[in-house]
């Protein structure tokens, strides 16, 4: 009989094949529209990414299609193939939550707070409350910038002399630059360039120069010194009469130029009608702009100050020396710029052929003055003889936008955030009088005006998103309530991720935004899998008690709720750790690119810890108020099926 008995209790422990596949099925049935669901709102918190454009559209687009297509493909396996997989490799005994010593301890630590919350319910909700207010002034202190600026392991040194300046000057600053940057332990190599090269998106007049400075591996460099301790040094040596030092990166300067035709962070662009004045209002403008905290490598972009030779052909004297008009200025074309006298093939390719006075016949004014002239009434004559030439001041380059004429003001900014720098330098034009004549105008650009267009994006379609998320989860519950104890997790989402990238150090950026983007999805999955639980819950105590006030007490509930939120702690702590283990190594990544990498993780990373502890303390507490109400007013509990 005692072995019986034991054969009998044994056969218990056991399930039958179906039973096995009922349960699983079951608990199939009973994730499946929280998934499809929590699968709809990542998609749609991701909706501002697909609407931004320009550079950071280019930058986060593909992060957005492979977050949409991977959470799709999930959703689908989740429905079809994780069943039949665990149908496969589950099976044997089953064993409860309690026989995990991992999930006894857990539970062990988890049950006594959520009791403690349970009980001190006004300070439990005003400690969120003020936790939550709190951010506020956290992010309001936080300074913007456009994108996390990226260090592309180069410097680009863009000085801009007179525009006047002649190629030998060129030549020699440039040199002397290069001998004065290479000087430095931490250089590597360094290559400059003065005027354009030879495309036709360079029209960098020979005023500006652009040196690459490369630079060695950080483990060459002196201890504790950092790329802006080099720029520094860099610019204390660099300081020449006559030309500003600009500092930026390769890459960044080129998409720049592209998109905004600003080669700095920022730029004031002039409108107007007339060169001159756009000159005296851009120089006004940097006048009110000097010593604005934040600002460096100030300079107004020369619209005037170019030299030009004027021949002015006298033509009474031509009429006495028996010259045309054509042969002055055929004589003047083929002296100073040379004329084409053939051609020379090597190989495959072909070469014209020019000639011109050499440079010490050409290079002053008293030189042109006595290039010969063939008169057939008087002979050789020289070219003063008809003409009067000399220099006369122009624009050394004309830029128009929008059918206007345009200057620009343009500055760097270090030491301090775009956002706050920018905003203190337009206070700064406001105050200042007299700046700008009637008919004139100024305008934003560079990375400022890049940021304004991605706020103003992420701002309109954020309520968008919301409203779609909230709808979502109201389809899933058909509850406005459950709906609400959901979403309500996204706010407090937001307190982990100010607190984190406040004390890190980190600008409110559009990298951070689409961190944040990223969280919410997280928050409101982790939400919807407690909001299940804890209706799971619900319904198991109306099958014991029934759905009554009279069977039913406030303890009842208590009690189904700390079981609710507690025996099942495994999968939601899972569905935190998975993300959390995700994107904490992205902290201590280095290298290219970590950069921006950071600024996305930082905000997901507090937020998922925050929203977690909101989750697994605080939506219970909701949870229980709300069927406390519902079990006062109406008599009984409004249990939704959330199982299929």
């Given amino acids: 009989m005692k072995t019986r008995g034991t054969t009998n209790k044994k056969d218990r422990e056991w399930i039958s094949e179906e039973e096995r596949l009922a349960i699983i099925e079951k608990s199939s049935k009973q994730v499946s529209r929280g998934v499809f669901f929590a699968t709809i709102i990542i998609i749609t918190s991701f909706l501002p990414v697909f609407l931004l454009t320009g550079q950071e559209g280019k930058l986060f687009h593909p992060l957005a299609y492979t977050k949409t297509f991977i959470m799709i493909v999930d959703a689908l396996l989740v429905l079809t193939l994780a069943p039949v997989l665990i149908s496969f490799f589950m099976k044997g005994k089953f064993r409860p939550d309690t026989a995990n010593p991992v999930n006894r301890v857990l539970e062990k630590v988890y049950e006594p707070v959520i009791r403690t919350v349970l009980k001190w319910r006004k300070t439990t909700i005003a400690i969120n409350v003020i936790a939550l207010l709190i951010t506020i002034p956290l992010l309001k202190n936080l300074g913007t910038e456009f994108m996390p600026p ?91 009469p006559g030309v500003v030092n600009g500092w930026t990166q390769p890459i960044i300067n080129r998409i720049n130029m592209l998109a905004t ?40 972009d020369p619209i005037t100050g170019g030299k030009y030779l004027s021949v002015n052909i006298h033509r009474e004297e031509l009429s006495r020396y028996g010259l045309t008009i054509d042969q002055v200025n055929q004589t003047v074309e083929s002296a100073l710029g040379g004329a084409t006298i053939g051609n020379t093939i090597e190989g495959r390719q072909r070469f014209s052929i020019g000639v011109r006075l050499a440079q010490e016949f050409r290079n002053s004014i008293s030189s042109i003055n ?42 760097n900014v270090r030491d301090r955030d775009l956002g706050s720098t920018v905003k203190e330098a337009i206070e700064q034009l406001n105050k200042a009088q007299g700046i700008l004549p009637e008919g004139y105008f100024l305008e934003w650009s560079g990375q400022y005006e890049q940021l304004i267009r991605g706020q103003q994006t992420l701002l309109w379609i954020a309520p968008i998103v919301l409203l779609i998320i909230f709808f979502s989860l109201y389809f899933a519950f058909n509850s406005l309530r459950e709906a609400f104890l959901s ?11 100010a607190y984190i990238i406040y004390f890190w150090g980190v600008n409110l950026s559009i990298a951070v935004a689409v961190g944040f983007i990223a969280l919410f999805g997280i928050a409101v999955e982790t939400g919807i899998v407690m909001v299940i639980y804890l209706n799971d819950a619900m319904q198991q105590l109306i099958a014991i ?29 899972m569905t935190v750790c998975v993300s959390l283990f995700g994107l904490v190594p992205v902290l201590w990544a280095n290298g290219v690119g970590t950069d921006v990498m950071q600024p996305i993780v930082l905000p997901m990373i507090g937020g998922v810890l925050t929203s977690s502890t909101h989750i697994l303390l605080v939506t219970p507490l909701i949870f229980l108020m709300a069927k406390e109400y519902e079990l006062k007013k109406y008599g009984k509990l409004e249990v939704h099926n959330v199982h299929h």
């Fill in 150 to 240: 990226l260090d592309e392991q180069s410097i680009l040194f863009m000085p801009v002399t007179l525009p006047d300046v002649s190629n030998n000057e060129a030549k020699r600053i440039l040199q002397v630059q290069d001998k004065i940057i290479k000087s430095v332990p931490e250089v590597e190599k360094v290559l400059g360039k003065a005027g354009r090269a030879s495309t036709a998106t360079d029209n960098s007049p020979i005023s500006m120069i652009e040196t690459i400075i490369m630079l060695k591996p950080h483990t060459e460099w002196r201890e504790g010194w950092t790329k802006k301790d080099i720029i520094d040094e860099l610019d204390r040596k660099l300081q020449i």
């Fill in 261 to 300: 035709g600003i080669r700095t962070d920022v730029g004031i662009k002039v409108y107007g009608q007339n060169l001159d004045t756009i000159a005296a209002v851009s120089a006004r403008v940097k006048t009110a702009l000097e010593g604005t905290k934040g600002i460096s490598d100030l300079y107004v």
């Fill in 370 to 411: 006595r290039i010969p002239l063939q008169s057939s009434a008087m002979g050789e004559i020289p070219l003063s003889a008809v003409a009067d030439i000399r220099f006369e001041d122009g624009p050394p380059m004309i830029n128009s936008e929008n059918a206007l004429l345009r200057g620009a003001v343009m500055f």
């Fill in 487 to 497: 979403l309500i997790t996204i706010p407090f989402a937001l307190i982990g991720g």
């Fill in 545 to 573: 008690k029934g759905n009554s006030s009279a069977t039913i007490t406030t303890e009842d509930l208590r009690e189904y709720v700390v079981r609710g939120a507690a025996k099942r702690l495994r999968p939601k702590l």
